[in-house]
Structures are given as structure tokens and as C-alpha cells.
């Protein structure tokens, strides 16, 4: 499977510039690679109606964001990002050194 390489981050500040929503700005909150699309705060709220349930007595109305097109969005301000994870070393077995044999050095002439 290939990683696809997207232009937007999470973490990063993002202007919409066509569609419906063009001008919104935001921080995206999610990357969804590969159906091309991101999650940006505040920007496009859907509504969705929930049934009475246990968690839910009285029924409730969710908002939340839905998604934008990867192509709709140019970044605004970058994330601030660190060096990445940390790798660990591979604890590996010390190899037998060999023993290299003393280079020959040449003998300083000495004729005057």
C-alpha cells in the first residue's frame, strides 16, 4: 500500500478557498488520505438527529464538522512539528572484531 503525500496536516491552519465554505478558515482536525478529504474546526457543521436513548434521554441534536475536499484547502500556517518519534537503537550482538594487522610504515631514509 502506498502513502500518499498530502499537502495538509493535522495541526494546521487552513483557508477554504472554493465550494460553499470559501473563506472559512481553520485548524484541521483530522486528515482522511485516502478519500482525499479533511476535517477543519468550525467549517461545514452537519447536524445529526439522535433517538431517545440511555446516554441520550430527551433525544439530542449533534453537530459536527464534516468533511472538505483536500483540493478545496491551501494552508494557511504550518503546525508546529517536532523531530518526529525517536528511534531506539537495536540492541544487537557485538561482532567479533578482527584484528587488522599493523600498517607498514615506510622507514624515514636518512641520506644527507
Not at 461545514?44 to 449533534?62: C, E, F, T, V, W
Not at 464538522?65 to 491551501?74: A, D, Q, R, T, Y
Not at 523531530?83 to 584484528?99: D, F, H, I, L
Amino acid at each position: 500500500m502506498n502513502r500518499l503525500k498530502l499537502h495538509v496536516r493535522k495541526g494546521d491552519q487552513v483557508e477554504v478557498i472554493s465550494g460553499n465554505h470559501r473563506g472559512s478558515t481553520g485548524k484541521v482536525l483530522e486528515v482522511i488520505a485516502r478519500k482525499e478529504r479533511v476535517l477543519i474546526e468550525g467549517v461545514r457543521m452537519i447536524k445529526r438527529h439522535l433517538k431517545k436513548s440511555q446516554d441520550n434521554p430527551q433525544g439530542k441534536i449533534a453537530e459536527r464538522e464534516g468533511p472538505i475536499h483536500i483540493s478545496n484547502v491551501k494552508v494557511v500556517e504550518r503546525a508546529e512539528r517536532g523531530k518526529g518519534k525517536a528511534r531506539k537503537a537495536k540492541a544487537t550482538k557485538p561482532k567479533a572484531e578482527k584484528k587488522k594487522a599493523p600498517a607498514k610504515r615506510k622507514a624515514a631514509k636518512e641520506e644527507a
